[in-house]
């Protein structure tokens, strides 16, 4: 690959065959037009179709192209992740395989960071989805937003651009589960948005079924955030105050009207309040469960195989 990149691009890989020849033959020439050495890093994802080996003689044709080849499929944001230990550039591109995200739109994002933006993030135009991809976006958008307190307008969109300091930072983090464009966030001192196009997927399918999606999204509450553990919590000792009101309404009344029906609802009230302290201390141990949790993943985040058309190897 090439000495010293100043751009390097960052394809995540997974049974996307049909659209790597074409993504290629867009991308180069927009690439060649920055008019800057650059890097083009593919990791495949364990593609059970013919993808990487149309990704090994590419790296074998052309210096600047890279494959990492992973042993197995550890999904998305870890492709995205061991093309970032691997790469070089000043400016680090990340972008989809199935030509959802046009090349064309990356010497704006390159502009962008060189504007001094450490983080450009996008938001796509005209959304070529299912409407229940995008109505679930929105919502997902608006309560990460309030959850994790950043501000970002599109976390689904992967076409983004990143400046060395920040993806030396996320190369730090050995977080197993994570969010990319959220962890960039964290990072991030001075970030930028744009709008993109959007195209809709060249050929193929989608790679995230809803089960995938929704663990996906899990990743994306739980690790920058713990609200949802204290919201649980919080609505614990919410049902314990209201009991305890229940209670004394009820006593009151069976002073001045009498007993309900033989004291049941008496019975509900004591229940409920013991119910609260239940869900209260579920919240509570779920409190140290996600904080012990966040600590122990220690695990390897992914395995290489092999590297394609890289120096050091
Ligand atoms: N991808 C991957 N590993 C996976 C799933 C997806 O590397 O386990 C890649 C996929 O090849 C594509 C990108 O991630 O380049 C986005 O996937 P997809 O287009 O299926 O997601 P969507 O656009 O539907 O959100
Ligand atoms: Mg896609």
């Given amino acids: 690959m090439q000495e010293k990149p100043y751009v390097t691009v960052v394809i995540p890989v997974y049974n996307e065959e049909p659209n790597l020849p074409p993504l290629i033959n867009r991308l180069y020439p927009v690439m060649q037009q920055i008019g ?10 364990g593609s059970r179709d ?11 044709k052309y210096p600047e192209i890279g494959v990492i080849e992973f042993n197995g499929n550890f999904g998305q944001h870890m492709a995205i992740l061991a093309a970032f230990e691997k790469s070089h550039g000043e400016v680090v591109i990340t972008l989809d395989a199935d030509l959802q995200n046009p090349p064309e739109e990356i010497p704006r994002l390159v502009a962008e960071i060189e504007k ?16 229940f991809r995008r109505v679930a976006s929105r919502i997902v958008n608006i309560t990460t937003n309030k959850m994790t307190g950043m501000q970002m307008s599109d976390y689904g969109c992967m076409l983004r651009a990143y400046h060395r300091n920040v993806i030396n930072n996320i190369n730090r983090c050995e977080e197993t589960t ?15 948005e744009i709008k993109v196009a959007h195209a809709e997927r060249a050929e193929g399918e989608s790679k995230y079924s809803l089960y995938r999606l929704i663990r996906l999204n899990f ?5 920058f955030s713990v609200v949802p553990l204290q919201l649980f919590a ?9 009991s305890i009101a229940f209670a004394v309404f009820l006593l009151i009344r069976r002073f001045i009207i009498g007993a309900e029906v033989e004291g049941v609802f008496t019975l509900f009230a004591i229940l409920f309040f013991f119910i609260g302290i239940i869900i209260f201390g579920i919240g509570l141990v779920g ?16 395995v290489v195989r092999k590297l394609h058309g890289f120096r050091e190897n």
């Fill in 50 to 60: 013919d993808s990487l080996s149309i990704l090994s003689q590419m790296a074998e």
């Fill in 287 to 302: 409190e140290y469960v996600g904080r012990i949790y966040q600590e122990v993943r220690k695990r390897p985040r992914y």
């Fill in 36 to 45: 800057r050495p650059f890097e083009i890093i593919f990791t495949d994802d």
């Fill in 116 to 131: 001094g933006h450490d983080v450009v993030g996008t938001i796509r135009q005209k959304r070529q989805d299912t409407l």
């Fill in 219 to 223: 990743d994306l509450m739980t690790g």
């Fill in 234 to 242: 919080l609505m614990g000792i919410l049902t314990s105050v209201f």
């Fill in 178 to 192: 994570t969010f990319i464009p959220a962890l960039a966030q964290t990072f991030s001192a001075n970030p930028s």
